[in-house]
T-cell receptor
Framework: GDSVTQMEGPVTLSEEAFLTINCTYT??????LFWYVQYPGEGLQLLLK?????DKGSNKGFEATYRKETTSFHLEKGSVQVSDSAVYFC????????????FGKGTHLIIQP | GAVVSQHPSWVICKSGTSVKIECRSL??????MFWYRQFPKQSLMLMAT?????????EQGVEKDKFLINHASLTLSTLTVTSAHPEDSSFYIC????????????FGPGTRLTVT
């Protein structure tokens, strides 16, 4: 079945540091890939997505590139801010079965001033 | 943007009682809603897919008689945890999708259920 593996946290960085959160996946066919963010006390929000190989999703300074050859969708940001502190979930949609998303375990990001 | 609400945001109930959780899409119609369960420091696990006007589709290992799902309208789905036990304590999250699932899903804020 489908699965998503992402680095476990917490990840603690200083403000303006470079961020990478690794995400790899296993899926049949050609899934769509997503990053969701969950701020404290709020629901999950779609951060960015990519629907086919070599697509780059970007939003709010975050980027992730769909790499089919390495089955990866790593999240990056060049300069993080304290307000980026949240839990980040990598997810995939393969379009089969119940059509729900398959999520990674989430990575708790803590940005210190 | 698309907003999904859940009610209640947290609930404490006694073992053996039933609890109903509501999921509403506030500014759009959702033909499909999903129910997830999240354990501490764990991933979101899909429990079931709820389609308006039809029976829910449950994931393997999810007891449909214990987790009753009703999708009564295009803006409301309910999850009822029947005869709750302490092991049902968890964070329950619903989401709704527009017609194109590739646009992603819109998530509610979640409901924290504690069974004593």
């Amino acid at each position: 079945g489908d699965s998503v593996t992402q680095m476990e946290g917490p990840v603690t960085l200083s403000e303006e540091a470079f961020l990478t959160i690794n995400c790899t996946y296993t899926a049949t066919g050609y899934p769509s890939l997503f990053w969701y963010v969950q701020y404290p006390g709020e629901g999950l929000q779609l951060l960015l997505k990519a629907t086919k190989a070599d697509d780059k999703g970007s939003n709010k300074g975050f980027e992730a590139t769909y790499r089919k050859e390495t089955t990866s969708f790593h999240l990056e940001k060049g300069s993080v801010q304290v307000s980026d502190s949240a839990v980040y979930f990598c997810a995939l949609y393969s379009g089969g079965g119940a059509d729900g998303l398959t999520f990674g375990k989430g990575t708790h990001l803590i940005i210190q001033p | 943007g698309a907003v999904v609400s859940q009610h209640p945001s947290w609930v404490i109930c006694k073992s053996g009682t039933s609890v109903k959780i509501e999921c509403r899409s506030l500014d759009f119609q959702a033909t499909t809603m999903f129910w997830y369960r999240q354990f501490p420091k764990q991933s979101l696990m899909l429990m079931a897919t709820s389609n308006e006007g039809s029976k829910a589709t449950y994931e393997q290992g999810v007891e449909k008689d214990k987790f009753l799902i009703n999708h009564a309208s295009l803006t409301l789905s309910t999850l009822t945890v029947t005869s709750a036990h302490p092991e049902d304590s968890s964070f329950y999250i619903c989401s709704a999708t527009l017609q194109d699932p590739l646009r992603g899903q819109y998530f509610g804020p979640g409901t924290r259920l504690t069974v004593t």
